[in-house]
């Protein structure tokens, strides 16, 4: 009996350690989930001239020109240049690095700090768990963008500040979602053979906890860094994100939107485009993430 | 009385007999249940020294209504005042149907539950009383084997991991290198290939797992395990392996155990003496021969009635006696002896008075006032 479970479990086993070549599982991914790969690729591309800004890029995207002021999209800028001379393809290559940092960042952070007081609560569970999840409450009664303007106005501007500010309403959003899974994964009874042992609760949601509710966690740190790239397209354009002249894609379009709307319209279209495809690109991917790992969801 | 009582008594004698056939079913080990019988029966004497008291033990879980403001309306009377006490080295079975507050018996005893009120003395220490600091160091000496071999282990954890966990936590061995030795050491006395240890739960059986489980449990060399159903959701032929593997390992480390079950053959097999709870109450607790062969009790009798005879001709003719009703909510148990609505020979005293739990001859013990 022994011996053919144990043959069993090997072959699966086996079945399991087999790796299959890189280019089949890419072709099975893109085959399942064709949404996901094009949000994948566009957050590759993006990834991409973020890293390679200082090769892709054509000119210094600080740098102002006034011979070519206002340029529309020719062979020489191709993407036409803003109200200074900057190259606006410098600007935006040079962009994707703000937006990707801050939108890492800041999705990673909420992510994680909503992630351990989630389990926190939902561990502790009683009084605790009912006031935290009150804390959490009023938080979340602000939408996304009052509540980051408001840590802006306390904290002042600057890119730091920027991730402050879309840090803190992702705590509770993130915080409330992974405290629903920890508390099923609170009554199944490794939990309480950890508790029987004795082991310190530090310990039980570290260790036995957290590592169950990875599947929720990594769901809402794709879904936030779209959201937060658009947050922060949002605070620069209303001028409490980042600060001229680092390149940012919500400071190009506030200098763009209003004055040159209608006789130069590329200034401000080219970033829009930007954002769109930046956060499309990321709920696309964050889709197709949270289809992948949890199954409960998949619609079918 | 005592012609009220003949008819009854003359169905248990028959009654009683028949179960001992289950145990020469092809699923045990054939040779080993005469063997370890008599060996049981020969090291009787031996316990002497009690290990825990368990006095008065109540477990009222309240209920509550209102989102914000919870505000107490009734208490679930899981655990309702039970007497006992496990001798070292022996082991005792403790019976009941679902929902009768044996599991909870036991995560009292393990402080997952804070008792509402009665003492758990262990070994001179009341359980009960001990804070979480005081708790761990007690915590390495009782142990506890789950029911269901699936949830019971972390699924992102590798089984080396999970048997080298505890004894880290309680410090038993000096490093990595001894505590990995010794869980390959017990997954070897657990009849697993030590190199499962590099391996996830999900890659194993139901009762590989549970065979980790207990090497979890041995890992930090405990006197005192529970376990909670711990073969009730492994098939047939692995439950008597899980058995005989339980039975081994209290010889050789000398363990004593709390065998929480439903399955009475098992008990019969393993225990030395048997407790049977209804509905939160202890109503009878004897030696396991005693008891299997002369339930005082009416709920122990329907009980080992209720158990079938693996030969359908018998079983066929058989006239069962089933107990009427359902089990009463353990919110509003009722009133005197909490069986009484149920009970074939139940008087009107009954309903009144709440039997004594008391000694009707040396070591059987029976709630019942009729008897």
Redesign the interface.
């Known amino acids: 009996?022994?011996t053919t479970?144990?043959a069993?479990?090997e072959a699966?086993?086996e079945e399991?350690s087999n790796k299959r070549p890189f280019w089949e599982v890419a072709h099975e991914f893109v085959r399942k989930q064709p949404l996901g790969s094009a949000g994948l690729a566009i957050v590759a591309l993006m990834i991409f001239a973020a890293v390679f800004a200082p090769i892709l890029t054509p000119y210094d995207p600080e740098l102002n020109s006034f011979e070519h002021m206002l340029t529309p999209p020719n062979l020489e800028f191709l993407l036409g240049t803003d109200q200074f001379g900057r190259d606006l393809l410098s600007r935006i290559i040079y962009g994707a690095r703000t937006a990707l940092f801050v939108g890492f960042t800041a999705a990673f952070i909420g992510s994680t700090l909503g992630l351990v007081l989630g389990v926190a609560s939902a561990f502790f569970g009683g009084k605790f768990d009912l006031i935290f999840q009150r804390i959490m409450d009023i938080l979340m009664s602000f939408p996304l963008i009052i509540l980051a303007l408001a840590v802006v106005a306390i904290f002042g501007t600057g890119i730091q500040n920027v991730i402050i500010a879309i840090t803190i309403p992702f705590i509770p959003r993130c915080a409330r979602v992974v405290r629903s899974s920890a508390l099923a994964i609170r009554e199944?009874?490794?939990i309480?053979?950890?508790?029987?042992?004795?082991?310190?609760n530090a310990?039980i949601i570290m260790?036995?906890m957290v590592?169950?509710v990875?599947a929720p966690y990594l769901i809402m740190i794709t879904a936030f860094v779209g959201q937060a790239i658009l947050l922060e397209a949002s605070l620069s354009y209303l001028g409490l994100g980042v600060q001229e002249p680092i390149p940012a894609w919500g400071l190009m379009l506030q200098g763009g939107a209003e004055e040159y709307a209608e006789s130069a319209p590329w200034v401000a279209i080219w970033p829009g485009v930007a954002i769109s495809l930046a956060v499309f690109g990321f709920n696309l991917f964050g889709d197709a993430v949270r289809d992948t790992l949890d199954p409960k969801l998949r619609s079918q | 009385m005592s012609t009220a009582r003949s008819k009854p008594a003359a169905k248990r004698k028959s009654a009683a007999r028949k179960p001992a056939g289950t145990r020469k079913t092809p699923a045990k080990r054939s040779a080993a249940p005469k063997r370890r019988q008599a060996a049981r029966v020969a090291a009787k004497p031996k316990f002497t020294e009690t290990l825990v008291n368990v006095r008065g033990l109540k477990m009222h879980f309240p209920v509550t209504e209102g989102a914000m403001i919870p505000k107490v309306v009734a208490h679930v009377k899981a655990v309702d005042g039970i007497n006992f006490d496990i001798m070292k080295g022996e082991t005792l079975g403790l019976v009941g149907e679902s929902g009768c507050g044996k599991t909870t018996t036991g995560?009292c005893i393990?402080?997952?539950e804070r008792a509402t009120s009665g003492d758990i003395i262990y070994d001179g220490q009341n359980l009960a009383q001990l804070n979480?600091k005081e708790?761990?160091p007690l915590?390495?000496r009782?142990?506890?084997i789950?029911?269901?071999p699936y949830?019971?282990?972390?699924?992102?954890?590798k089984i080396g991991d999970i048997i080298t966990?505890?004894m880290k936590?309680?410090n038993t061995e000096p490093n990595e290198t001894a505590r990995r030795n010794r869980a390959h050491e017990l997954l070897e006395v657990c009849?697993l290939?030590p190199k499962f240890s590099d391996?996830y739960p999900h890659?194993?059986?139901g009762?590989?797992r549970q065979r980790v489980?207990i090497a979890?449990a041995l890992s930090?060399k405990p006197e005192f395990i529970i376990c909670d159903e711990a073969v009730s959701a492994l098939d047939v032929?692995i439950q008597a392996?899980v058995i005989n593997l339980l039975e081994d390992l209290r010889d050789e480390f000398n363990l004593t155990y709390l065998f929480i079950a439903h399955d009475l053959s098992v008990v019969r097999h393993l225990c030395h003496r048997v407790a049977v709870m209804y509905l939160g109450k202890m109503v009878e607790l004897a030696d396991c021969d005693e008891l299997f062969d002369n339930p005082q009790h009416p709920y122990t009798q329907a009980l080992l009635n209720a158990v079938p005879i693996p030969d359908p001709s018998i079983e066929a003719k058989r006239k069962h006696q089933i107990i009427k009703g359902e089990i009463p909510s353990p919110i509003n148990p009722p009133p005197g002896c909490v069986f009484h609505p149920r009970c074939p020979i139940a008087v009107d005293e009954c309903k009144k008075n709440v039997p004594e739990f008391r000694e009707i001859r040396p070591g059987h013990w029976v709630a019942c006032s009729e008897i």
Do not use: C, T, W
């Open positions: 009996m022994v479970s144990e069993r479990v699966r086993f399991l199944i009874p490794y309480d053979a950890a508790r029987a042992n004795g082991f310190s310990r260790r036995h590592p169950n990875m | 995560r393990l402080q997952l979480k708790m761990r915590r390495q009782i142990q506890v789950f029911q269901d949830s019971s282990l972390n699924p992102r954890m966990e505890p936590v309680h009849g290939n391996r890659e194993m059986s009762g590989q489980g979890r930090v032929s392996q």
